[in-house]
């Protein structure tokens, strides 16, 4: 079954910790993407990549970090420099980026601050 | 210049009645709008998309329409389920534009 596969589905984290959300694909997509969503709230882009090695910083990207090494991966590291961590982080891929195209989602990961 | 605006944020309607939400976009740059429906603690999932070109997709109950010369498109849901229950963002992307930028949603309950 192709699809997106984020893990784990539930994180805890001390504060003060870094901790590294998963995002793998096997849709050969070009295009991946981080969301974050607060409860009740709309979908934020945190950082987006439409190729291997190459990303850019979406709208609340301080705090968070990524890498893109390989085609089906983009983790996310949320930093320690993250002052409001919880929430509902969520992955997405597209064939192209944006283009005409729609984003698919993973199931998400919920991130807890204990 | 890039935003979707979408309305209502919240909306309740009776099991079999109709659902609108609506949308709206300033920059004619975009020419894809896919609406996605996404549950409580699950991911958005794709429900419907129109291009410009068309005024008018229906999907079984879900029907998009869209009106380019107001730069509005909605989603009607007829005879509504309580199944149906769930956060609709509208969307819109194009080929000038390296994402997708979403509306911020509405949470749709219908109630038996």
């Known amino acids: 079954d192709g699809g997106i596969t984020q893990s784990p589905k539930y994180l805890f984290r001390k504060e003060g910790q870094n901790v590294t959300l998963s995002c793998e694909q096997n849709?050969?997509?070009?295009?991946m993407y981080w969301y974050r969503q607060d409860p009740g709230q709309g979908l934020r882009l945190i950082y987006y990549s439409q190729i291997v090695n190459d990303f850019q910083k979406g709208d609340i990207a301080e705090g968070y970090s990524v890498s893109r090494e390989k085609k089906e991966s983009f983790p996310l590291t949320v930093t320690s420099a993250q002052k409001n961590p919880t929430a509902f982080y969520l992955c997405?891929?597209?064939?192209?980026?944006?283009?005409?195209?729609?984003?698919?989602f993973g199931q998400g990961t919920r991130l807890t601050v204990v | 210049q890039q935003q979707v605006k979408q309305s209502p944020q919240s909306l309740i309607v009776q099991k079999g009645g109709i659902s609108i939400i609506n949308c709206a976009y300033e920059?004619?740059?975009?020419?894809?709008f896919p609406w996605y429906q996404q549950f409580p603690g699950k991911g958005p999932a794709l429900l419907i998309a129109?291009?410009?070109?068309?005024s008018e997709k229906k999907e079984g109950r879900f029907t998009i329409s869209f009106n380019k010369s107001a730069k509005q498109f909605s989603l009607h849901i007829m005879d509504s389920q309580p199944g149906d229950s769930a956060t609709y963002f509208c969307?819109?992307?194009?080929?000038?534009?390296?994402?997708?930028?979403f509306g911020p949603g509405t949470s749709l309950s219908v109630i038996p």
């Open positions: 920059n004619t740059a975009f020419d894809y």
């Open positions: 969307a819109a992307s194009g080929t000038s534009y390296d994402k997708v930028i």
């Open positions: 849709l050969n997509h070009d295009a």
């Open positions: 997405a891929s597209s064939i192209l980026a944006g283009r005409n195209t729609e984003a698919f």
């Open positions: 129109i291009r410009p070109d068309v």
